[in-house]
């Protein structure tokens, strides 16, 4: 059993260090995303996925266009936060690991429904933040974990929170 364990622990650590070899051209992420926004004094917690597909020009550079949704409940009426952001990235690429920075512009849509009042809303929304990526071979990764502010601004209300993030990367 000790074998087995040594041998998959160097087959990782040398699969992590082959995938540093080379940029991939094209980056997919795909993964679970917990996101709180807050404003005037009230919060709420939404449970959603988001996925985003990244071009890298060259080996520091990304080019970012990122869609998410989030469930926020029934204590929120049922609503629902769709986001839809571009913007760059910065990715510090080593080894076994890829930290990155990244700056994303968009909207927000949103909608909730509670009984018989119902409505929906488009915002502006932009997050800010980074995270990091575990290259566990040279096509496939761990995100594992992506933090960021989040901001949006429904009703001319700016609401301030978090978005934190883990998935699986894919890479050509």
């Known amino acids: 059993m000790k074998r087995w364990a040594l041998l998959c622990g160097a087959m990782l650590l040398f699969a992590g260090i082959a995938s540093a070899q080379e940029t991939p051209k094209v980056e997919v992420f795909g993964g679970y995303s917990f996101a709180r926004l807050s404003a005037q004094g009230f919060g709420v917690n939404f449970n959603g996925g988001s996925a985003s ?3 890298n ?3 520091w550079l990304g080019l970012v266009a990122d869609f998410g949704g989030y ?8 609503a629902n936060v769709y986001t839809y952001l571009f913007g760059p990235k910065v990715a510090f690429r080593r080894n076994s690991v890829t930290p990155f ?3 994303l512009f968009g909207g927000a849509h ?3 429904g509670s009984g018989d009042v119902s409505g929906s809303a488009n915002s502006f929304a932009m997050t800010l933040g980074g995270g990091l990526d575990w ?3 040279p096509h496939i990764g761990v995100r594992l974990v992506q933090a960021e502010y989040f901001m949006t601004r429904f009703a001319s209300t700016t609401e301030n ?4 993030s883990a998935g699986v990367v894919f890479r050509w």
Do not use: E, K, L, M
């Not at 929170?161 to 934190?164: A, F, L, Q, Y």
């Open 101 to 103: 920075v990244q700056t």
């Open 110 to 112: 949103a909608t909730a």
């Open 71 to 78: 469930h926020g409940g029934v204590d929120f009426g049922n």
């Open 57 to 59: 020009p060259n080996n």
């Open 53 to 55: 597909v990244s071009y």
């Open 161 to 164: 929170g978090t978005r934190i």
């Open 135 to 137: 290259n566990a071979t």
